[in-house]
């Protein structure tokens, strides 16, 4: 493998940890572990959080009061966010390592390689920031929502780099150049729609005490309709797409891809309805809808 190779190959490391830090962030709600550590960036005041109630600090009241659920402690969630914002920790370092490499390779032959790194890395702070903002007001004043197009910006900054060191592209009709970019806003809103839901899901989960979850989908007023209906249109623009890019050999993996996340994203949506919101849907359905996104958006990047 050559030094090229080796760069490329590490951007794409770099995606995959971007994936896992978002299944962790999926794993902390679905386990209601957000408020595990009730400070930033440390964890009851320290670098190693404690295993056992009897390694609490002195004044662990002052941490268990600024939680939003039982003000008890609970190892398990502890360890939950703990892991949760190492690996966010770990994917900062990787980024930041990948900034001084894009630097060094590319400073000289291709600027905007170092300032995509340089963008990422600024992105991937700002999103740490915010988390802290998030653990500061007990989840409420930061919306979901941001935190999660942050997320998606994280993700798509490796996707445009390998796509210019690739060279992609591909000659495309306008037709489907004009369908790719449609998908993309269609399944962007349906995400925001789809944070919206979820906010009302946090908020009828936690006055349940997380229980009866039976009860959480009929809690849920118009906005959810909306989010149902709109799969619709996320659906046939993904099937347009599809057809559309048949006569192309070259975008057949690609279009599998979206064909089989917009339908997975579906499927795990309806689980959610029927099957009273199991815990393990959560995560899933935002990962593919996540995935489904930043497939059209590699798509609508590789067509000339
Ligand atoms: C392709 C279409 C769809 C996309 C792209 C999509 C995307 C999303 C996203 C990004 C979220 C936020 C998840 C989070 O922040 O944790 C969400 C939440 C949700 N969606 Fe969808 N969704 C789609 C279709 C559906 C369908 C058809 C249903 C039900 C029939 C559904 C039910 C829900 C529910 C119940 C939530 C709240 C989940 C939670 O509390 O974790 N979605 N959706």
Known sequence: MNSHQKYLRYTWFLLVMVFL?????????MTQSGMGCPDWPRCFGRW??????SQL????EKYLGKQDIDHSFNAYHTWIEYINRLLGALLGVFIFIHFIWSFVRFRKTNKAIVW??????????FQGWLGKKVVDHNLAVVKVTTHMLVALVIAAIPIIIIYRL?????KADTWLKNISVAALVIILAQIVLGTQVREQIDEISKSLDYQQREVWISQLDNLFLVHRSFSW?????????VWKARPYTAFKKITWLILSMVGLTLIFGLIMMWGNIPAWAQPTHLLLA????????????RLK
């Open 21 to 29: 830090v978002i299944i962790a962030g999926g794993v902390v709600r």
């Open 48 to 53: 190693i959080p404690p295993t056992d109630a």
């Open 233 to 241: 249109l996320v659906l046939a623009a993904c099937l347009a797409i």
């Open 116 to 125: 995509l790194s340089f963008l990422l890395l600024v992105t991937v702070g």
């Open 290 to 301: 996540c995935i489904l996104i930043l497939a059209v958006f590699t798509l609508r990047l």
């Open 166 to 170: 690739e060279k992609w592209e591909r």
């Open 57 to 60: 600090p002195p004044d662990f």
